[in-house]
């Protein structure tokens, strides 16, 4: 047996790999158990360009991270329309507003990396 410390994604693991007998059969899978693994913390909001926040949000439906802001502060938007696209797993996906309304915030940069359900922008 040996014991390796991986890390993956700011996981740390420990695993006991086995050595096979060289029997031609497939050995079983390794034991992984995470140590106190530290979770990335929900990014904060930032303040906004006009310091205010509306009363509708728009929330990241998944988690990923900030691709492209699409609306600025003072904007008008229509229900549908795109305000942020959050890249996931290589692929964009497009963050729209809810209902008609003014972008009153934008509380999330380029690059910022977001929880599903954070709020990304709101609306008055």
Do not use: H
Not at 75 to 103: C, F, L, N, R
């Amino acid at each position: 047996m040996k014991n390796y410390t991986i890390t993956v994604n700011g996981n740390v693991y420990d695993v006991v790999v086995e050595e096979g007998a060289g029997t031609g059969a497939p050995a079983a899978a390794p034991k992984a158990a995470p140590k106190a693994a530290p979770k990335a913390a929900p990014a904060a909001p930032k303040a906004a360009a006009s310091g205010a926040q509306g009363s509708v949000k728009i929330e990241a439906g998944a988690a990923g991270k900030v691709f492209k802001i699409e609306a600025n502060v003072g904007q008008a938007v229509k229900k549908g329309d795109t305000v942020v696209i959050v890249e996931a797993m290589k692929m964009e996906i497009p963050v729209v507003a809810p209902q008609d309304g003014t972008v009153a915030s934008v509380n999330v940069a380029v690059g910022d990396a977001v929880e599903a359900g954070a709020v990304l922008a709101t609306l008055n």
